[in-house]
């Protein structure tokens, strides 16, 4: 079974949020204590992510110079390198 995170930004309310995705089944699944407690785990860090995710956005669209829609592309290019940061960083 995959179960997949991913940390985002609520487009509508600019909140910090999470997706969970269950690739395999829509039907209830038993996990293992092991299988959980990853999961669990991945949840946690998902969160966090999602927390500084929305903190980097929300500084870059405030403090960085020019238009709206520059802040937003300069932002979005942040956040897409900081996210391949943490990747390579996660322990």
């Given at each position: ?24 089944s ?53 956040l ?10 996660r322990?």
């Amino acid at each position: 079974m995959q179960i997949l995170t991913e940390s985002i930004i609520g487009f509508r309310d600019g909140k910090p949020k999470i997706n969970i995705t269950w690739r395999e089944s829509s039907h209830p699944t038993t996990l293992q204590v092991d299988e959980a407690r990853d999961l669990a785990l991945a949840i946690l860090q998902c969160i966090e992510a999602a927390i500084h995710d929305t903190f980097m956005w929300d500084w870059a669209v405030k403090n960085l110079p020019g238009s709206h829609e520059e802040k937003q592309r300069q932002a979005a290019t942040l956040l897409e390198q900081f996210r391949e940061w943490r990747g390579d960083h996660r322990l």
